[in-house]
């Protein structure tokens, strides 16, 4: 594991912990963690490293809003490709 591998997980887990206080209550707490992980590999190489924090917070949290807007019926999960 590379330091810049090692903050990246401490940034993805500090956001993860900022949008689960955010979003208890409302989402479950797997569904936030998948949210936040498949954000990270979605900016991954797409970011420069230093901006990760801030991507991932404000992606994840947008993504985790349309979640929340979704009809009920609309949020049947399709299991994920990778």
Same mark, same amino acid.
């Given at each position: 594991m590379t330091?810049?591998?090692?903050?990246?997980?401490? %940034? %993805?887990?500090?956001?993860? %912990?900022?949008? @689960?206080?955010?979003?208890?209550?409302?989402l479950p707490a797997s569904e936030i963690d998948r949210v936040v992980r498949t954000t990270r590999l979605d900016l991954e190489e797409s970011i420069a490293p230093e901006e990760l924090g801030e991507m991932l917070h404000r992606l994840g949290r947008a993504r985790? /809003?349309?979640? &929340?807007? &979704?009809?009920? @019926?609309?949020?049947?999960?399709?299991? /994920?490709?990778?």
């Open positions: 330091v810049r591998s090692h903050r990246a997980d401490d %940034v %993805v887990d500090e956001v993860g %912990v900022w949008l @689960a206080g955010e979003f208890a209550g409302r985790l /809003q349309r979640i &929340l807007h &979704l009809p009920p @019926a609309a949020r049947v999960r399709i299991p /994920q490709a990778r």
